[in-house]
């Protein structure tokens, strides 16, 4: 077998590697801790363990792989899949060279390497799409921009930072300055939120079972994040002249009870064409990083 391609999605609990045949399809799947703790080369010995053991359960060699594209967590130098800056679930990830890492334990496979939501994005655009943006809702929450048919980089810690825009009230935010868009929307911040209100902890996916079950605090904190979503969204279109956006990521498992608040704030505040963002799910679910990691490699071949 030959012409197989490896998507890889390193995140701060888990990889999840993905392989497919010649034409991009997935063929198989599978996943493990990180090991977001143990350091830059543990993350990749880990990474390419899944990958070599997925070439093996289609009784391939590692000779058959074409390529491997990484979606990573953090901000990326794409040009040479080095890591620059981590968030606080990764010890020793920064400087990490991953290109260069990952090929030398695949026997010099070429690996390409994007942020993560960078990668979830290419994934998710529909053929001849040219203007997209990107949202990921999880454990924090990150965007990505596709203008003129490329992503866009930007300078510093990247661009399309979506999480971290907005003044949306006195909530703290993981980067210290509160109001942002993370600080209300993110898994992390759903459950916060909730006990601030409430005093019961529970984790985003009970808040929002509680917020299902008519529990009116759930209910807000959820409204709000839908609120806020929507506007940070319709803003970050009009801005770059874009109309399309796609949302994934764990927290919209609960889109029943986002979607309605966004669509009003959408719109409320529609682009100067006078119609709103349209936004639409992942179609990749928990597939779309590494599925779109694969869409990087085999482009760029």
């Known amino acids: 077998m030959s012409g197989l391609w490896a998507g890889v999605d390193i995140g701060g609990s888990k990889t999840?590697?993905?392989l497919c045949g010649a034409d991009g399809r997935k063929l198989a799947s599978a996943t493990a801790d990180s090991g977001a703790h143990l350091g830059g080369q543990s993350i990749l010995d880990i990474a390419a363990g899944l990958v070599l053991s997925l070439v093996d359960d289609v009784s391939a060699d590692v000779s058959?792989?074409?390529g491997v594209g990484v979606g990573a967590a953090g901000v990326v130098e794409a040009e040479t899949g080095t890591i620059v800056v981590t968030g606080d679930s990764f010890t020793g990830w920064a400087?990490?060279?991953?290109n260069a890492g990952l090929s030398a334990r695949l026997g010099g496979v070429p690996v390409r390497t994007e942020n993560d939501v960078n990668a979830f994005l290419l994934g998710e655009l529909a053929p001849g799409e040219r203007h997209v943006l990107g949202v990921a809702l999880g454990t924090g929450v990150g965007g990505a921009l596709y203008v003129d048919g490329r992503l866009l980089h930007g300078g510093g810690t990247g661009a399309g930072e979506i999480g971290h825009v907005g003044n949306f009230g006195p909530a703290p935010c993981t980067c210290g300055v509160p109001g942002h868009l993370e600080a209300y929307?993110?898994?992390r911040s759903l459950a916060r939120r909730y006990t601030e209100a409430t005093g019961v902890s529970l984790p985003a996916a009970s808040v929002a079972a509680a917020a299902l079950a008519g529990d009116e605090a759930a209910l807000g904190v959820?409204?709000?994040?839908?609120?806020?979503?929507g506007e940070a969204i319709t803003h970050a279109g009009g801005l770059l002249g874009i109309s399309t956006a796609v949302v994934g990521?764990?927290?919209?498992?609960s889109?029943?009870?986002?979607?309605?608040?966004m669509q009003t704030a959408l719109a409320e505040h529609p682009l100067l064409s006078g119609s709103p963002v349209e936004v639409?799910?992942?179609r990749w679910g928990a597939d779309a990083i590494a599925l779109g990691a694969v869409s990087l490699v085999r482009s760029r071949g």
């Open 16 to 18: 999840l590697a993905v």
């Open 64 to 66: 058959a792989l074409a």
């Open 95 to 98: 400087g990490t060279a991953v």
């Open 185 to 187: 929307a993110s898994g």
């Open 222 to 229: 959820f409204t709000d994040a839908g609120r806020f979503l």
């Open 249 to 253: 990521g764990s927290v919209t498992n």
């Open 255 to 261: 889109w029943a009870l986002l979607e309605k608040p």
């Open 280 to 282: 639409r799910l992942s």
